[in-house]
C-alpha cells in the first residue's frame, strides 16, 4: 500500500512538473504572438524581404545579374547593335547603389524591431530577476524565523542570512553601478594623462 502511494505521489508530482513546463512554454509563445500580431503588413514584407537578404541566393542573384548585363553589353556590339549600358557601366553602377541603399535600410529596420522586441524581453527578465530575488530574501527570513522558534536548534548569530533576509532596492543597486561606472572611468581617464615637467619627468 505504501508503494503505491508513493507511485501516485510521483505521477502526481510530475504532472505538476509537466503543467508549468506547459503554461511557461505557453506564456512565451503568447509573448511572441503578441508581437507579431502587432506587426503590420510592411512590417512583415521587410521581414520577409530581409530573411531572403540573408540568403547565400540572394548574393549568387547580384553576381549573376552583374554578370548578364557586362556580358550581353560586351556582346552586342559584335552583332552591330548599340550597347544600352557601355563600359564603364554606369547605369550597372547605379542599380548596385540603389539596392545597397535598399538593402541596407530593409536590414536596418528589421534590426530596429530586434531591438525593440529585445528591449521587452529584458524589461521582463529584470522583473522577474527582481522578484525572484524578493521571494529569496522572504524564503530566508522564513527559514531565520523558523531556526529562531525551533527549541532543538542552535541558536548562533548570522549576520550573512541577517543581511540576505531584505530583498534590495533596485534603485539603489543602479545608483551605485552608476557610481561604480563613473569611479572607474575618471581612473581610466586620470591613468590616461600624464603631465610633464621641461626635463621631461613625469609629474601625474
Not at 524581404?49 to 540573408?54: A, E, K, L, Q
Amino acid at each position: 500500500m505504501p508503494e503505491h502511494t508513493d507511485e501516485e505521489s510521483l505521477m502526481n508530482t510530475e504532472s505538476s512538473d509537466n503543467k508549468q513546463i506547459n503554461q511557461n512554454i505557453d506564456a512565451v509563445l503568447n509573448f511572441y504572438a503578441r508581437e507579431e500580431s502587432k506587426m503590420s503588413f510592411a512590417q512583415h514584407l521587410l521581414e520577409r524581404i530581409s530573411c531572403f537578404i540573408g540568403e547565400p541566393m540572394f548574393i549568387a542573384l547580384i553576381l549573376f545579374f552583374a554578370v548578364i548585363w557586362i556580358t550581353v553589353n560586351l556582346v552586342l556590339p559584335l552583332y552591330s547593335v548599340i550597347q544600352f549600358d557601355p563600359p564603364p557601366f554606369h547605369f550597372l553602377q547605379g542599380i548596385i547603389g540603389l539596392s545597397a541603399l535598399l538593402t541596407a535600410t530593409i536590414v536596418v529596420s528589421n534590426q530596429n524591431r530586434l531591438a525593440r522586441l529585445e528591449e521587452r524581453r529584458a524589461h521582463l527578465d529584470l522583473k522577474v530577476n527582481l522578484l525572484t530575488e524578493q521571494k529569496t530574501a522572504k524564503m530566508i527570513g522564513l527559514l531565520e524565523e523558523l531556526r529562531f522558534d525551533l527549541p532543538n536548534v542552535k541558536n548562533r548569530p548570522d549576520s550573512e542570512a541577517t543581511e540576505l533576509k531584505y530583498a534590495m532596492n533596485p534603485g539603489q543597486v543602479l545608483a551605485a553601478l552608476d557610481e561604480r561606472s563613473e569611479i572607474n572611468q575618471l581612473q581610466q581617464s586620470s591613468a590616461g594623462t600624464e603631465v610633464v615637467d621641461v626635463d621631461g619627468h613625469k609629474l601625474v
